[in-house]
């Protein structure tokens, strides 16, 4: 059988390690969209994760003919009615990064009590073929925000994720760790065990 290729679609470096590992013993050449000339820009203006993931691998792989996957993530704190959300990336502002969208969510939270910090990471993920089928996966994690930054690893709002189950935010996490607990591990995890079966059905399609 030909090795399949998958484009990854996203340029955050953070994300590609974090693929480029979890699949690295599938038998499938690895591609950063990073590598691709003129790679369409997309316009995230999808209102749910699935949305904007969906028009991402669907956009890549209709423009290079090669089968892609691509995630929308994002954090919904509970005392925030579920924002940042979709606007994960951007909450700061169009010029955010990932220092200014911390300091403004732990702003938005001054004098909010440990008991109403509540949050969740949710994680979609699709891979679509230039054919026009897909698979989805979704998974999230929930935890805390907390008052300040705590650790260095990791990249978004990691620092000011606490995941009570290890007593520890995600920053303090070792990559193997997150992989394991984190929304995009689980998602990865979950569409990695049902991708043999949808690129046998593609060989065997018509």
């Known amino acids: 059988m030909k090795r399949k290729k998958l484009i990854l679609a ?16 599938l038998d499938i050449d690895i591609i950063s969209i990073n590598n691709i000339e003129d790679a369409p820009h997309i316009k995230e203006d999808g209102k749910t994760f699935m949305e904007n993931a969906f028009k991402k691998a669907k956009v890549i792989a209709e423009a290079t003919g090669i089968m892609a996957l691509a995630d929308d993530s994002g954090l919904e704190v509970d005392a925030l009615n579920g924002a940042p959300g979709v606007y994960s990336a951007r909450y700061s502002g169009e010029s955010a990064s990932d220092a200014s969208n911390n ?8 004098g ?86 949808f690129l046998d059905s593609l060989e065997s399609s018509p």
């Open 103 to 110: 300091e403004k969510l732990l702003a938005e939270l001054k």
């Open 10 to 25: 996203t340029r955050n470096k953070g994300k590609l390690k974090e693929i480029q590992a979890l699949f690295s013993d």
């Open 112 to 197: 909010v009590s440990s008991d109403k910090r509540g949050a969740h990471f949710t994680c979609v993920i699709i891979v679509y073929h230039p054919s026009g089928r897909w698979i989805s996966a979704e998974a999230d994690c929930r935890g805390k925000i907390t008052k300040k930054i705590i650790g260095d690893r990791g990249f978004g709002y990691d620092p000011v994720f606490y995941v009570p189950s290890v007593d520890r935010t995600m920053a303090q996490l070792s990559p193997e760790e997150k992989n394991r607990l984190s929304h995009r591990g689980k998602a990865l995890r979950k569409l990695k065990s049902e991708l043999p079966g």
